[in-house]
């Protein structure tokens, strides 16, 4: 099944948004290699949820594919990279130990989604409103 404005991917994966996935992807294995470690401190399980939640909104294709349309690319970028950069800033606090409440201060009510979010290994819960 071909998707898209070109009957294919294109928008989301094209030269102009390469690196978004360049930087995506790395964080993404960051993120599960960290996680698991994260389950057994009560801190750094509520810093995984707010890293979860920052995953989550850089996933987000829109930010791709606004960047694709130029429409509003800087904003997209802008957006983008905030997200990946609060989650690598949580992502590095988790493995060292540090500045984790500074950071949660800082990001816990940015971006106010997903409330309910629950994270447990291999899974995360309350992503969709009940």
Not at 79 to 94: N, P, V, W
Request: hydrophobic share 40%.
């Amino acid at each position: 099944m071909l998707a898209g404005a070109n009957g294919n991917f294109s928008m989301w994966l094209n030269e102009q948004t390469a690196w978004t996935w360049e930087r995506l992807w790395p964080l993404e294995k960051s993120f599960w290699d960290v996680a698991p470690s994260a389950l057994t401190d009560p801190l750094k399980r509520t810093v995984l949820e707010q890293a979860t939640r920052e995953l989550l909104l850089a996933q987000s294709s829109d930010w791709q594919f606004i960047i694709s349309t130029g429409a509003a690319g800087d904003y997209a970028s802008k957006r983008f990279t905030g997200h990946c950069d609060a989650l690598e800033a949580l992502l590095d606090a988790m493995q060292s130990g540090e500045g984790s409440e500074a950071l949660l201060a800082e990001h816990g009510g940015n971006d106010d989604c997903f409330p309910d979010i629950g994270v447990t290994l291999g899974r995360v819960t309350g992503v969709h409103p009940s």
